[in-house]
């Protein structure tokens, strides 16, 4: 069965930086897009970034357009985002979240991993 | 970027009631709209894609319907596992957008 086990979540200073990681399986992972979504405490979702199941196209929302970076090592079935300058307003619970068939749907979702952001 | 507004905000029902939950995208997007649930403390789960498809494993009693910018999620008789959150989801253009969100509580 599919399983999406992201970690790296933690506390930390505004400006600081943190990188997820999301290890996938049950599935081939580089046949498939993969993507980060948050959700601000009691807040919706925001979807973040997105990167095609090779690493040829990565696309960011522009509230962290610059400063995050998505990744992925097909080798180690391993999705990241690597966040650097980060605001107050990045808190909140990351999910990786793998593609249903390269069409943009949230098909799998991980438990998600917490980022506190302090002033 | 697409805003998708979902209403209302809140549905107070009881069990075996029906439900019925609305998005509107700020402009058409065809049929490209998924629905999503989301119970406290967990992942959202897929429900409906390309506005009336049930993902594998979803009942029956959830359907969807809608095109180009008016969308709706239908319930038909809400079980006790039914009450959550529930967002709507364009993937027409980048970036990809989700509603607000409508809380579907016991009433």
């Known amino acids: 069965q599919v399983q999406l086990v992201e970690s790296g979540g933690d506390v930390v200073q505004s400006g600081g930086s943190l990188r997820l990681s999301c290890e996938a399986s049950g599935f081939i992972f580089s046949n498939y897009g993969m993507h980060w979504v948050r959700q601000a405490p009691d807040k919706g979702l925001e979807w973040v970034t997105f990167i095609h199941y090779d690493g040829s196209n990565k696309y960011y929302a522009d509230a962290v357009k610059g400063r995050f970076s998505i990744s992925r090592d097909n080798a180690k079935n391993t999705l990241y985002l690597q966040m650097n300058s980060l605001r107050p307003e990045d808190t909140g619970v990351y999910y990786c979240?793998?593609?249903?068939?390269?069409?943009?749907?949230?098909?799998?979702w991980g438990q998600g991993t917490l980022v506190t952001v302090s002033s | 970027e697409i805003v998708l507004t979902q209403s209302p905000a809140t549905l107070s029902l009881s069990p075996g009631e029906g439900a019925t939950l609305s998005c509107r995208a700020s402009?058409?997007?065809?049929?490209?709209l998924a629905w999503y649930q989301q119970k406290p403390g967990q992942a959202p789960r897929l429900l409906i894609y390309d506005a009336s498809i049930r993902a594998t494993g979803i009942p029956a009693r959830f359907s969807g319907s809608g095109s180009g910018t008016d969308f709706t999620l239908t319930i038909s008789s809400l079980e006790p596992e039914d009450f959550a959150v529930y967002y709507c989801?364009?993937?027409?253009?980048?970036?990809?957008?989700f509603g607000g969100g409508t809380k579907v509580e016991i009433k």
């Open positions: 989801q364009q993937r027409s253009n980048w970036p990809l957008t």
């Open positions: 979240a793998k593609e249903r068939e390269s069409d943009r749907l949230f098909e799998y």
């Open positions: 402009q058409g997007i065809s049929s490209l």
